[in-house]
């Protein structure tokens, strides 16, 4: 790989790969991707037993900008023999398992891209983008780049002095295997991970645990808001009037929209809630279950067994436990990927949350030439809204870099049909002249 690319994606999650697979159908592009992992593996260390995706799986790598990629998720039905199957199972919603698997079949489809590159650093000598992996000898040349290497595990400051095999992030739960057989076991975190992980411990995936204790600082275990108003907030439409509102007001708004993207599903709280009144009424004397919404985690005595203590919000008095583990479903952080180096880093635009500023195309706002861009995928909650860290959109990101990177309208990117006027368009208004499809750009190609 010697020419620069045009570009270069780095991180293969499923946000990349999403780019990656439809850059497939644009074939004067150069561009390749890299991984450390060895191969395509979508969030391993959360792969409890019977969890589900939150999205349809018409919301896959490419089906809302690309129905006709060999890439789509029916496509991987199909080729697999399930099709029939698949409809006739009438699920619920698709198993992350699946889903998994799915992305798997489209990565291992794709030879732009490259696993086992665990990137050091990045620099950029004015011209082109060189990109340093560990044991290579020579950096990959690109003229832009993607960051797509994801978040970073969050964890509670008092936590972070005991991490280990009884205090760690749900993210590692099952790469670790723990058995809490007779122990006290404390979810730290109401989210839709913290419910997987509460369900997973009183189904006995782990072993009987003697308590299983819950705390979150939320006002109650909250459900996902799914309902199609809602569901606005995930529409190219609303999307690009979030981007053009004033910081300010984007970042209100996205925190009140919190609920759209970070409560728990339907689903999982119905299972939970049944799964405690049937233990309740004819379970054994453990688990015993604690559930404690409003609470605070501020402090934690170790080494193991720790002393919890929590402040209740409700009433503002401290309480305390005693646990043998602690599992921190304490969500992700926000951050500059630290392969980044200066004088590069320095050149890039954050806001006063450390977020980069990203314009139209998700491309970084920096102090490098007009002609090189810096996209980034899963960082733009402030910039463009609620939908960001989702999949719900990731083709429709995808195609709109795609489209900046190329210079033409390769893929649609606006819907002609509004059913909100969230930006004082008149809705009757005609649907915008969709660009040259993709068919006749590859027509032309060949
Ligand atoms: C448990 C869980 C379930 C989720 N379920 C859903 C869902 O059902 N629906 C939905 O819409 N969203 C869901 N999400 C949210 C979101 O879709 C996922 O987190 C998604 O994986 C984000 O994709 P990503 O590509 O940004 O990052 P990631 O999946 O985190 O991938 C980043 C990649 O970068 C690589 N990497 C990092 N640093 C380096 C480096 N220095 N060198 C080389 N490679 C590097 C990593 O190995 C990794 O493969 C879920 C999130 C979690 C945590």
């Given at each position: 790989?010697?020419?620069?690319?045009?570009?270069?994606?780095?991180?293969?999650?499923?946000?990349?790969?999403?780019?990656?697979?439809?850059?497939?159908?644009?074939?004067?592009?150069?561009t390749?991707?890299?991984?450390?992992?060895?191969?395509?593996?979508?969030?391993?260390?959360?792969?409890?037993?019977?969890?589900?995706?939150?999205?349809?799986?018409?919301?896959?790598?490419?089906?809302?900008v690309?129905?006709?990629?060999?890439n789509?998720?029916?496509?991987?039905?199909?080729?697999?023999?399930?099709?029939?199957?698949?409809?006739?199972?009438n699920?619920?919603?698709?198993?992350?398992?699946?889903?998994?698997?799915?992305?798997?079949?489209?990565?291992?489809?794709?030879?732009?891209l490259?696993?086992?590159?665990?990137?050091?650093?990045?620099?950029?000598?004015?011209?082109?983008?060189?990109?340093?992996?560990?044991?290579?000898?020579?950096?990959?040349?690109?003229?832009?780049?993607?960051?797509?290497?994801?978040?970073?595990?969050?964890?509670?400051?008092?936590?972070?002095?005991?991490?280990?095999?009884?205090?760690?992030?749900?993210?590692?739960l099952?790469?670790?295997?723990?058995?809490v057989?007779?122990?006290?076991?404390?979810?730290?975190?109401?989210?839709?991970?913290?419910?997987e992980?509460?369900?997973?411990?009183?189904?006995?995936d782990?072993?009987?645990?003697?308590?299983?204790?819950?705390?979150?600082?939320?006002?109650?275990?909250?459900?996902?808001?799914?309902?199609?108003?809602?569901?606005?907030y995930?529409?190219?439409?609303?999307?690009?009037?979030f981007h053009?509102?004033?910081?300010?007001?984007?970042?209100t708004?996205?925190?009140?929209?919190k609920?759209?993207?970070?409560?728990i599903s339907?689903?999982?709280?119905?299972?939970?809630?049944?799964?405690l009144?049937?233990?309740?009424?004819?379970?054994?004397?453990?688990?015993?279950?604690?559930?404690?919404?409003?609470?605070t985690?501020?402090?934690?005595?170790?080494?193991?067994?720790?002393?919890?203590?929590?402040?209740?919000?409700?009433n503002?008095?401290?309480?305390?436990?005693?646990?043998n583990?602690?599992?921190?479903?304490?969500?992700?952080?926000?951050?500059?990927?630290?392969?980044?180096?200066?004088?590069?880093?320095?050149?890039?635009?954050?806001?006063?949350?450390?977020?980069?500023?990203?314009?139209h195309?998700?491309?970084?706002?920096?102090?490098?030439?007009?002609?090189?861009?810096?996209?980034?995928?899963?960082?733009?909650?402030h910039?463009?809204?609620?939908?960001?860290?989702?999949?719900?959109?990731?083709?429709?990101?995808?195609?709109?870099?795609?489209?900046?990177?190329?210079?033409?309208?390769?893929?649609?990117?606006?819907?002609?049909?509004?059913?909100?006027?969230?930006?004082?368009?008149?809705?009757?208004?005609?649907?915008?002249a969709?660009?040259a499809?993709?068919?006749?750009?590859?027509?032309?190609?060949?």
């Amino acid at each position: 790989m010697t020419a620069p690319l045009d570009l270069a994606g780095l991180g293969i999650g499923p946000f990349n790969l999403s780019l990656a697979a439809l850059l497939r159908e644009v074939p004067h592009l150069e561009t390749a991707f890299f991984d450390r992992k060895p191969h395509f593996n979508w969030h391993p260390g959360m792969m409890l037993p019977g969890v589900r995706l939150q999205t349809s799986y018409l919301k896959d790598l490419v089906t809302g900008v690309a129905p006709w990629s060999p890439n789509s998720f029916l496509n991987y039905l199909v080729q697999n023999g399930r099709f029939y199957a698949f409809m006739n199972a009438n699920l619920p919603a698709v198993s992350r398992a699946e889903f998994a698997d799915y992305m798997a079949w489209v990565a291992q489809g794709l030879n732009s891209l490259h696993f086992g590159r665990n990137i050091d650093h990045v620099d950029f000598d004015g011209n082109l983008f060189h990109i340093h992996c560990h044991g290579e000898q020579r950096p990959v040349l690109a003229h832009n780049l993607c960051l797509g290497t994801g978040k970073t595990p969050s964890l509670p400051e008092s936590c972070r002095p005991w991490q280990g095999d009884d205090c760690f992030h749900n993210m590692e739960l099952t790469l670790r295997q723990p058995d809490v057989s007779g122990q006290h076991v404390t979810v730290v975190g109401g989210g839709q991970s913290g419910a997987e992980v509460v369900l997973s411990l009183l189904q006995g995936d782990w072993g009987t645990p003697e308590c299983i204790h819950w705390l979150s600082r939320r006002s109650n275990f909250e459900p996902l808001d799914e309902t199609p108003f809602t569901n606005e907030y995930f529409t190219p439409g609303y999307v690009d009037t979030f981007h053009g509102l004033e910081e300010a007001q984007r970042l209100t708004r996205v925190n009140h929209q919190k609920l759209a993207s970070d409560g728990i599903s339907t689903d999982t709280l119905n299972a939970l809630y049944q799964r405690l009144y049937e233990h309740r009424v004819t379970g054994g004397p453990s688990p015993r279950v604690v559930l404690q919404p409003e609470r605070t985690l501020e402090a934690v005595a170790g080494p193991a067994p720790y002393a919890l203590t929590a402040r209740n919000e409700l009433n503002g008095h401290h309480e305390q436990t005693t646990t043998n583990r602690l599992i921190l479903c304490t969500g992700f952080d926000t951050q500059l990927p630290g392969y980044l180096s200066q004088p590069l880093r320095q050149g890039l635009e954050t806001d006063d949350h450390g977020e980069l500023r990203l314009g139209h195309h998700f491309e970084a706002t920096w102090d490098g030439p007009l002609n090189r861009h810096i996209y980034a995928v899963n960082a733009g909650r402030h910039s463009h809204g609620i939908a960001e860290p989702q999949m719900s959109l990731m083709c429709w990101r995808s195609a709109r870099i795609i489209n900046h990177l190329a210079g033409e309208r390769l893929f649609p990117v606006t819907e002609g049909i509004r059913l909100v006027d969230w930006d004082g368009t008149e809705t009757a208004t005609a649907p915008e002249a969709e660009p040259a499809s993709l068919a006749a750009l590859i027509h032309n190609t060949l």
